[in-house]
């Protein structure tokens, strides 16, 4: 037996304690702490969920005994008795987990209502309504949860009472009506599992705390842990609280309200309210309740005080606060508080005020902020100037632009979403069950629920936009269309939403690059003061480099040269060069591709000037320039039938004979890179003089210019840096030599072949600098070819988690990594002060980047709208 503590009463914890009690429970307790009322109760230890998963299902030894203890002590504290003919207490019981995870784990309310306890309960609360409307609710979310009975059972026969009764809310029905669902519902169960449902409350709460342990292993809680990179290993908490009743009549409700407006992170009044229901109606958006301004109106002193211990919870935790409520009888209660779930700009601009507020410093306000959320804002937006006319609209649940094809179901949102597809998943609500749709799609439309529900909250969270509650439409599942007015919308059209106004338009809107505000400016700069790697972007042309140096890029820390090979104008120059027979044919090829890539670089370095450039030499196999094999073969047969052009049929021929020498079954890991330079050492020679002559055209014009680094790719034998060196090296002299002008030029090398890694102290001998091209490093060190494996099993192996995350978008630290860090070491090893840059994909990602802090490379680089998520993670790397 082991002695860990499996149970803890709400007045052990605190908010510290979120490991063990789930962020839920901590926050509860820490509220109790702070004099906020909130219902008495106990937490059972998120080690007891992991104790039971590791045992497959079996409670560890004690721990229904300790929950015995702790509602005898609950029992003792209330003076109330759960199944008690007297005096009954009732129980809510609650999942909670360590990262909060809104709506996708179980919770039961009203444990403790049942035949026996139904009367007393009414009597006691002198409104029999209620005590019948707990008890309809609580069969109904005990079948469910506890017991896995269809969910739409229950909801189709509430729905055909309401249609019997002619009303269209829940609250409309009486007590007799009530009674008699409950009635209704106990046979649906009865029906559905072949027994009763239990009767005793002991063992419902036994039954229920199983449940949301198991809650932790629903798909849904999977999918949405993958998604938020939640560990699978550490459980949920399980909250057994006394209930108080937001469903006891007009001076009571339920709600959910947040510090500061979570999409836009203005400091004002936000959240919603229901009068006479319980907080799921609001969370689940089963009723679409109402603004929170209202309850001011109706209920003023619990108002008054809700505000109120809003301001105290957000200067106690210095965050802003998303808070569930509930009114019994007048008297506020406090349910549950966490760091609310915000859009990027709401975390920025939250970020900054609290800085200006003076209450967060700094480096504070960065550790607030998600690099992902960075990455949201920089999607595209709607064009302001569309003059377009909304066909409906709907509450502005979380704001963007999804512009997609309209689609009815999650699972179609979720494999035509991966397949490529924009897609808008439209749903009449949305449910935790949803949630790989929702991953799926570009955004969401519901006609039902509120902008606090479950479905709102995960699509802030997440950065999809959604418009919630569009209550003027009305939608088929069956027939897979959509209404509004006389319109008819089919599966497949497209549709535009805009998640800032809650607008629906039937069409395509044109999107505009995103905006970058002052916030995130701010944001950034602070980030630039903290972190220690340099950043740099990838680009090749003057307009990318441009735009790079405004989003704040450092240099360039990979020019590709194929892209100037491929232009059109180039194209038959570079054919002509791959055809030639002989050395002058070639040369003549290449003086004339010479002015056009000088032409290119002036462009870049211009952009540049006074920041290094790192130029990668040619890399792709020359068959990237040559026509496709099967088509040049198809297009020579057929100029022979059709007995074309006796020139034309020589020249395609031609060219048929070269593709076909030039072609490799791997060409990726053939006649490539600085192989390709060993055989043709005309192109870096062509190449440096090209780039030396730009550089010295810039300087002359500009009066400045870049900071040239020339980088050899694919290299893997020193031998084969030391030869290149010296080909790039001899052009530099001779380019000087001819112009009398001085410049500085270092020559470094890529390390993208497991080989490089592991001789790099060899290789850095050659070397003034190395960077890392872990796009390639990743292909060769494991052994995946990027452009057959994604879609194939990789995905395969990502979905069922036999790799944690795709390699190529974030590092594989111990395989891929590891090369990294021999590379790393090995170079500093023979030149202590060798730069050391990553260029791939991986520079732009923050998870990697912190790899890259951790190593102490020099910089990373990526394409120019990562650089500024590069900055804020380089400096989240270090804080
Ligand atoms: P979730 O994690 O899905 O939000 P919760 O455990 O927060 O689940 O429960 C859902 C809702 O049930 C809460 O928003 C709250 O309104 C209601 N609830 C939970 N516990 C109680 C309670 N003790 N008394 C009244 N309502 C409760
Ligand atoms: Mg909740
Ligand atoms: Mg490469």
């Known amino acids: 037996m082991s002695d860990t503590k499996y149970l803890y009463d709400m007045s052990e914890g605190d908010a510290t304690m979120r ?28 080690a007891a969920c992991v104790a039971t998963m590791e045992a497959h299902g079996e409670w560890p030894e004690g721990l229904w005994d300790d929950v015995q203890t702790a509602l005898a002590r609950l029992e003792e504290r209330t003076g109330r008795t759960l199944g008690g003919a007297e005096k009954p207490l009732l129980l809510s019981v609650r999942s909670g987990a360590v990262f909060s995870m809104p709506g996708m784990m179980d919770t039961i309310l009203n444990l403790g209502v049942s035949d026996e306890t139904v009367e007393v309960l009414g009597a006691e609360a002198d409104n029999p309504r209620f005590a019948w409307d707990s008890y309809r609710r609580f069969v109904q979310m005990y079948g469910e949860v506890v017991e896995g009975v269809p969910p739409h059972l229950f909801e189709d026969e509430l729905t055909a009472l309401k249609a019997d009764r002619g009303v269209s809310q829940d609250t409309e029905l009486s007590t007799e009506d009530l009674k008699a669902l409950v009635a209704t519902f106990k046979d649906v169960a009865r029906r559905e599992l072949g027994r009763d449902l239990p009767s005793d409350p002991r063992e419902q709460l036994r039954r229920a705390i199983d449940a949301v342990f198991r809650s932790w292993d629903t798909p849904r809680a999977r999918v949405y842990r993958k998604a938020n990179d939640i ?33 836009t992170g203005v400091h004002e009044l936000y959240g919603e309210f229901l009068v006479n229901a319980q907080g799921e109606d609001v969370v689940a958006g089963i009723r679409t309740p109402r603004p929170l301004a209202e309850m001011q109106e109706v209920l003023p002193e619990a108002y008054e005080q809700l505000l109120a211990t809003m301001r105290d919870l957000e200067a106690h935790y210095k965050d802003m606060q998303d808070i569930e409520f509930t009114v019994e009888e007048g008297t506020l209660y406090l349910l549950q508080t966490r760091s609310g779930k915000r859009t990027a700009a709401a975390a920025l601009k939250v970020a900054r005020d609290m800085v200006e507020e003076g209450v967060l410093t700094r480096e504070e306000a960065l550790q607030r902020v998600a690099p ?14 569309h003059g377009k006319t909304p066909v409906t609209k709907g509450l502005p649940a979380s704001p963007g632009a999804a512009v997609g094809a309209l689609v009815f179901d999650a699972d179609t949102a979720a494999e035509r979403g991966h397949a490529g597809e924009p897609v808008v998943l439209v749903r009449y609500e949305t449910t935790p069950d949803d949630i790989h749709g929702v991953i799926g799609s570009q955004g969401v439309l519901t006609a039902h629920g509120g902008m606090t529900s479950h479905a709102a909250v ?7 936009p959604c418009v919630a509650g569009a209550q003027g439409i009305r939608i088929s599942t069956s027939e897979k269309t959509l209404t509004v007015g006389d319109r008819v919308f089919n599966e497949g059209d497209v549709i535009t939403l805009d998640g800032s106004t809650g607008d629906v338009y039937g069409e395509a809107l044109e999107l505009v690059p995103p905006q970058i505000n002052e916030d995130f400016s701010a944001i950034v700069g602070w980030a630039d003061e903290v972190r220690r790697l340099g950043v740099r972007a990838n680009a090749d042309t003057y307009e990318d480099a441009t735009k790079a140096r405004e989003l704040g890029a450092e240099g360039i820390g990979l020019c590709r040269t194929e892209h100037m090979f491929m232009a059109a104008d180039r194209l038959p120059a570079v054919r002509d060069m791959i055809l030639a027979e002989t050395a002058e044919d070639r040369a003549e090829a290449l003086e004339r591709i ?76 053939g006649t490539r890179g600085c192989r390709l330079a060993m055989l ?6 062509m190449q440096t003089r090209a780039i030396i002559r730009a550089a010295l055209a810039v300087r002359e014009r500009e009066g400045e210019t870049a900071g040239v680094e020339i980088m050899i790719p694919l290299v893997a034998y020193s031998s084969e840096l030391k030869a290149q060196r010296e080909i790039v090296e001899r052009a530099v002299a001779e380019e000087l030599e001819a112009t009398g002008e001085q410049l500085d030029v270092t020559v470094g090398t890529m390390i993208e072949l497991p080989r490089a890694a592991i001789v790099a102290d060899q290789i850095a001998e050659h070397a003034d600098f190395f960077s890392f091209g872990t796009n390639d490093l990743t292909q060769t060190g494991i052994g995946i070819s990027r452009d057959d494996a994604e879609g194939g099993f990789l995905s395969a192996y990502v979905a069922d988690e036999v790799i944690p995350k795709n390699p190529f978008e974030s590092i594989d630290r111990d395989g891929v990594g590891g090369l990294v860090r021999l590379g790393a070491e090995g170079g500093r090893r023979t030149k202590p002060e060798l730069k050391l840059g990553v260029c791939g994909e991986h520079g732009g990602d923050p998870a990697s980047i912190a790899f890259f802090e951790e190593l102490g490379l020099t910089y990373v680089s990526c394409s120019p709208f990562r650089v500024p998520i590069a900055r804020f993670a380089a400096a989240r790397a270090v804080l």
Request: glycine share 10%.
């Open 680 to 685: 043709y050492p005309e192109i870096p020679e």
């Open 594 to 669: 010479l002015p056009m890539q000088q032409q290119d670089f002036e462009g870049i370095f211009t952009a540049m000037k006074g920041l290094p450039v790192t130029v990668r030499l040619l890399d792709p196999p020359l068959h990237e320039f040559l026509p496709d094999l099967v088509e040049q073969s198809l297009l020579v047969q057929r100029l022979e039938l059709t007995g074309g052009d006796a020139d034309e049929i020589a020249a395609a021929r031609q060219l048929l004979g070269q593709v076909k020498r030039l072609h490799e079954q791997n060409p990726m890991l």
């Open 372 to 385: 992902s959320q960075l990455d949201q804002l920089l999607h595209p937006a709607i064009d302001p100037d």
């Open 231 to 263: 560990p699978d290993d550490l459980g949920t908490a399980v909250n057994v609280m006394q209930m108080v009743f937001g469903n006891r009549g007009e001076t009571s409700a339920t709600g959910v309200c947040f510090t500061r407006n979570p999409s």
């Open 458 to 464: 995960v699509a802030r969270g997440m950065g999809k």
């Open 19 to 46: 490991t063990v009690l789930g962020g839920k429970g901590a926050n509860l307790a820490e509220m109790k702490r702070l004099g906020i009322p909130v219902p008495d109760g106990f937490t059972v230890s998120t």
